[in-house]
């Protein structure tokens, strides 16, 4: 498929689908008039790119990860990520903690704001 499709099929910009390209995360190869070509698990690739980049991957993680997929698309870590994903992924423990800290004072404060009966105060 041609850069226009796989940028509509996966909702990401040629450019960065170019980006990916050019730091070793997706292949393409190129017609005799120099348009770019992905392979038909280009689509996937891509979903995978995007979701490992939100987890908060860098992308120097994500090239050594993407190898060691397997058939059907199933991610596998190899030899050396494993740290970098347990890194990560303690990071992200740490974040949701803080998060669930502030919803739960932001409950606690609407509640009590609320049984007080004390009227809201909008500042303008």
């Not at 499709?5 to 292949?27: I, M, N, Q």
């Not at 770019?36 to 987890?55: G, K, M, N, P, S």
């Amino acid at each position: 498929m041609l850069i226009g499709e796989l940028a509509g099929r996966t909702r990401t910009s040629e450019r960065l689908l170019r980006y990916y390209e050019r730091v070793g995360l997706l292949a393409a190869d190129r017609r005799h008039n120099g348009y770019r070509e992905y392979a038909d698990d280009a689509e996937q690739r891509v979903t995978q790119i995007r979701a490992l980049l939100a987890a908060g991957l860098s992308t120097r993680v994500i090239k050594q990860l993407l190898p060691c997929t397997r058939d059907g698309g199933a991610l596998r870590a190899c030899p050396g990520v494993l740290p970098a994903l347990h890194d990560r992924l303690a990071e992200l423990d740490r974040r949701a903690a803080e998060l669930d800290a502030a919803r739960d004072l932001l409950r606690r404060t609407i509640a009590e704001t609320e049984q007080s009966g004390a009227a809201p105060h909008r500042s303008r």
